[in-house]
């Protein structure tokens, strides 16, 4: 079982859905998890982070942590074209797959 | 001003060939990274310099041999290059390492092609 675990996608919504992005992860000790944006044929950038379980929110961004499942979602409200690339959830140096999403206008 | 910078952006070469990537981040961070994303876009951790001192060397070929001058460089050689070693390569810089859940910042990639 892989550590971090991610449906690769691709996902096709149209603008202005909710996009809802999902991880699975192994170990219960990790504490801390992000998420990264990758756009085509560019290096990933922070988009969130989050500390144990709970919920965080920045602008259209929520990212949510499940400890007691091993959980860990992002969701994407309004969604826009410029949201269209790769997401990837880490944990300490750890990656998940990431998933593609393409938001088509 | 880039945050983290590597060249070069683009590498092609013949099998058996040796090259180097250089990445320098002005960031002022203490830990550095090398990672190997590969066609699939799995990200793979390959080494972890903090302060200058290797922490973290994953199951990589002893082909790759990382090397940091100073905390704000990490170059990466590789000897004997093969097929497999095509991938894109991405250099990252946090202030502390993976204890302290440093986020990080990545550099652009470079692209390095093995024919």
């Known amino acids: 079982q892989k550590e971090v675990e991610q449906d690769p996608g691709p996902l096709s919504v149209p603008e202005g859905a909710i996009v809802s992005l999902n991880c699975t992860y192994s170990n219960s000790a990790f504490q801390y998890f992000m998420w990264y944006r990758q756009y085509s044929r560019k290096g990933p950038e922070l988009l969130m982070y989050?500390?144990?379980?709970g919920n965080k929110e920045d602008g259209r961004f929520t990212a949510q942590v499940d400890k007691s499942s091993k959980y860990i979602s992002l969701f994407i409200r309004d969604s826009q074209p410029s949201d269209s690339a790769t997401y990837l959830c880490a944990t300490k140096l750890i990656f998940g797959t990431g998933t593609r999403l393409q938001v088509f206008p | 001003d880039t945050a983290v910078s590597q060249t070069p952006k683009y590498l092609v070469t013949q099998m058996g060939n040796d090259k180097s990537i250089k990445c320098e981040q002005n960031l002022g961070h203490d830990t550095m990274y090398w990672y190997k994303q590969d066609s699939k876009k799995f990200l793979k951790i390959m080494f972890s310099y903090n302060n200058k001192e290797l922490i973290i060397n994953e199951t990589v070929p002893n082909r790759f041999s990382p090397k940091s001058p100073d905390k704000a460089h990490l170059n990466l050689h590789i000897n004997s290059l093969e097929l497999g070693d095509s991938a894109v390569y991405f250099c990252?810089?946090?202030?502390?390492?993976?204890?302290?859940?440093?986020?990080?910042?990545f550099g652009p990639g470079t692209r390095l092609l093995v024919l």
């Open positions: 989050t500390y144990s379980s």
């Open positions: 990252a810089s946090s202030q502390g390492g993976q204890g302290q859940g440093g986020t990080q910042y």
